[in-house]
């Protein structure tokens, strides 16, 4: 390996820290997912399909409680110039327990409603335990988040994967113990407790104690006001699928989707967290619009994260069937051809989440959320009409339509930034065009998927 290479790799310099990131980031992702696989595997050999629906119901009243209180206190700490003092740590955890507690309150009361709207009487009893671990996360250290700010992850990494580890060898036994969709609440409210444990007992950095002081209070509110709503818009981006999907198909369906969305989503959910805990600090340190050197360097950067997501959706979308029926029983083979259509439905959102982070770098949440919303309001109007029409194939089709069509504003956002690569999502763009080709003349059964749905058969 090339000498200088290495060392430069061993310094401590920003080019330096983003690399390790990049790569720690992808170590405790692909470390984290082969997890979570096995313990899917395993799950869904213990307990029935339906489970795995119900569990997908609650998991989304829960989400959306979570983003719907987003303050940003993550990314207000990564991007505050006071990121680093004491005071401003302290009152951001105080805030963040406060938002905890607040959360679990409001997950009793909306317990009824949902189970009504759903037509699932175990929901009344299973979103208050399952939201209890908003309480439990809320008291997790920020020294989670000053890692993502100096870009050293290694400890990052450790903690979730020691976590998730854990974590799962305990739902898999209480699994085996009771026989039934409980063990999976009980198994996430254990996960969650066994992480924020672990952030303060690992993680470097001083300890959180409650404090509160008003300009640290006002700076994290003012930025995250907008992130409050962007969040909620975010939300309906990234699970309004399933949100609508509940109300319209049954639990056995609901769970073979989810078994198909847990692979599919795959490189979307990598392209999120590597666009967050490395694109975004990359956007802080060497801003585009400073020189064309740090425009170039951020461009490279992109284009090698992009081919990367990219090769994974490529390799699930020919080998989405292959798998399914390997490591699945017939039950969930439905999940096959669903997985191939996926895995080419979010190559748009690939090639375009990494810009938002542009905004979030320099500050301007107002405009991140703009677009954050917008984007909502077009995907669920796709979601509710392309599900009504076409079933399971309209909540695939409709997050891809929803990205081409947003495209514009998100550029006429970040250009004054110089943001922008145009030439390489053109080529990126004319990447993915080939891969979708390639899958559907490869695979039949989602090429009939498809046709079939659109048809209207």
Same mark, same amino acid.
């Given at each position: 390996?090339?000498?200088?290479?290495?060392?430069?790799?061993?310094?401590?310099?920003?080019?330096?820290?983003?690399?390790?990131?990049?790569?720690?980031?992808?170590?405790?992702?692909?470390?984290?997912?082969?997890?979570?696989?096995?313990?899917?595997?395993?799950?869904?050999?213990?307990?029935?399909?339906? &489970?795995?629906?119900?569990?997908?119901?609650?998991?989304?009243?829960?989400?959306? *409680?979570? =983003?719907?209180?987003?303050?940003?206190?993550?990314?207000?700490?990564?991007?505050?110039?006071?990121?680093?003092?004491?005071?401003?740590?302290?009152?951001?955890?105080?805030?963040?327990?406060?938002?905890?507690?607040?959360?679990?309150?409001?997950?009793?009361?909306?317990?009824?409603?949902?189970?009504?709207?759903?037509?699932?009487?175990?929901?009344?009893? =299973?979103?208050?335990?399952?939201?209890?671990?908003?309480?439990?996360?809320?008291?997790?250290?920020?020294?989670?988040?000053?890692?993502?700010?100096?870009?050293?992850?290694?400890?990052?990494?450790?903690?979730?994967?020691?976590?998730?580890?854990?974590?799962?060898? /305990?739902?898999?036994?209480?699994?085996?113990?009771?026989?039934?969709?409980? &063990?999976?609440?009980?198994?996430?409210?254990?996960?969650?407790?066994?992480?924020?444990? !672990?952030?303060?007992?690992?993680?470097?950095?001083?300890?959180?104690? #409650?404090?509160?002081?008003?300009?640290?209070?006002?700076?994290?509110?003012?930025?995250?006001?907008?992130?409050?709503?962007?969040?909620?818009?975010?939300?309906?981006?990234?699970?309004?699928?399933?949100?609508?999907?509940?109300?319209?198909?049954?639990?056995?369906?609901?769970?073979?989707?989810? /078994?198909?969305?847990?692979?599919?989503?795959?490189? *979307?959910?990598?392209?999120?967290? *590597?666009?967050?805990?490395?694109?975004?600090? $990359?956007?802080?340190?060497?801003?585009?619009?400073?020189?064309?050197?740090?425009?170039?360097?951020?461009?490279?950067?992109?284009?090698?994260? !992009?081919?990367?997501?990219?090769?994974?959706?490529?390799?699930?979308? #020919?080998?989405?069937?292959?798998?399914?029926?390997?490591?699945?029983?017939?039950?969930?083979?439905?999940?096959?051809?669903?997985?191939?259509? #996926?895995?080419?439905?979010?190559?748009?959102?690939?090639?375009?989440?990494?810009?938002?982070?542009?905004?979030?770098?320099?500050?301007?949440?107002?405009?991140?959320?703009?677009?954050?919303?917008?984007?909502?309001?077009?995907?669920?109007?796709?979601?509710?009409?392309?599900?009504?029409?076409?079933? /399971?194939?309209?909540?695939?089709?409709?997050?891809?339509?929803?990205? #081409?069509?947003?495209?514009? $504003?998100?550029?006429?956002?970040?250009?004054?930034?110089?943001?922008?690569?145009?030439?390489?999502?053109?080529?990126?763009?004319?990447?993915?065009?080939?891969? =979708?080709?390639?899958?559907?003349?490869?695979?039949?059964?989602?090429?009939? $998927?498809?046709?079939?749905?659109?048809?209207?058969?």
């Amino acid at each position: 390996m090339n000498t200088n290479f290495l060392s430069t790799l061993r310094d401590n310099g920003m080019k330096a820290r983003a690399i390790r990131g990049t790569a720690l980031s992808v170590v405790g992702f692909g470390g984290g997912q082969v997890i979570r696989l096995i313990s899917n595997l395993i799950l869904t050999r213990i307990l029935f399909p339906e &489970a795995f629906g119900l569990m997908a119901l609650v998991q989304i009243v829960v989400t959306g *409680l979570e =983003m719907f209180s987003d303050m940003g206190i993550h990314p207000a700490i990564i991007q505050s110039k006071n990121g680093e003092d004491r005071d401003f740590l302290n009152t951001a955890w105080t805030m963040q327990i406060i938002r905890g507690l607040f959360l679990w309150l409001i997950a009793c009361l909306i317990a009824t409603p949902a189970a009504q709207f759903y037509g699932q009487d175990a929901l009344i009893q =299973m979103i208050p335990v399952l939201a209890f671990t908003t309480v439990i996360s809320s008291f997790r250290s920020t020294n989670y988040s000053l890692a993502s700010r100096r870009l050293t992850l290694g400890r990052v990494t450790a903690v979730e994967l020691i976590a998730q580890v854990a974590g799962t060898i /305990i739902l898999i036994l209480v699994a085996l113990w009771l026989q039934s969709v409980w &063990a999976l609440v009980i198994g996430s409210l254990i996960g969650v407790t066994i992480h924020t444990m !672990l952030t303060h007992l690992i993680l470097d950095g001083g300890r959180n104690k #409650l404090a509160w002081s008003k300009p640290a209070a006002w700076e994290i509110f003012h930025f995250g006001k907008f992130i409050v709503i962007s969040t909620i818009a975010g939300y309906l981006v990234n699970q309004g699928d399933r949100l609508i999907l509940g109300k319209y198909v049954s639990l056995e369906e609901l769970a073979i989707f989810t /078994i198909a969305f847990l692979f599919g989503s795959l490189p *979307l959910t990598l392209a999120i967290q *590597l666009n967050s805990r490395v694109l975004i600090p $990359l956007f802080k340190q060497r801003p585009p619009a400073e020189s064309e050197n740090n425009f170039r360097k951020i461009r490279r950067a992109r284009m090698l994260l !992009l081919l990367g997501f990219l090769a994974i959706s490529t390799a699930l979308s #020919l080998l989405g069937e292959d798998l399914i029926e390997v490591l699945y029983d017939p039950r969930y083979y439905r999940a096959g051809p669903m997985l191939v259509l #996926l895995s080419l439905s979010v190559i748009p959102a690939l090639l375009l989440d990494g810009y938002k982070g542009v905004l979030l770098a320099n500050g301007n949440s107002r405009d991140f959320t703009i677009i954050i919303v917008i984007s909502a309001v077009v995907k669920t109007v796709l979601l509710v009409v392309m599900i009504q029409k076409f079933g /399971i194939v309209g909540a695939i089709i409709a997050p891809f339509l929803s990205e #081409l069509v947003t495209y514009p $504003l998100l550029v006429h956002y970040i250009r004054p930034y110089r943001g922008w690569h145009p030439g390489l999502d053109v080529l990126l763009l004319s990447i993915g065009v080939a891969i =979708m080709a390639l899958a559907l003349w490869l695979s039949p059964a989602a090429n009939e $998927l498809l046709v079939t749905a659109l048809r209207g058969v």
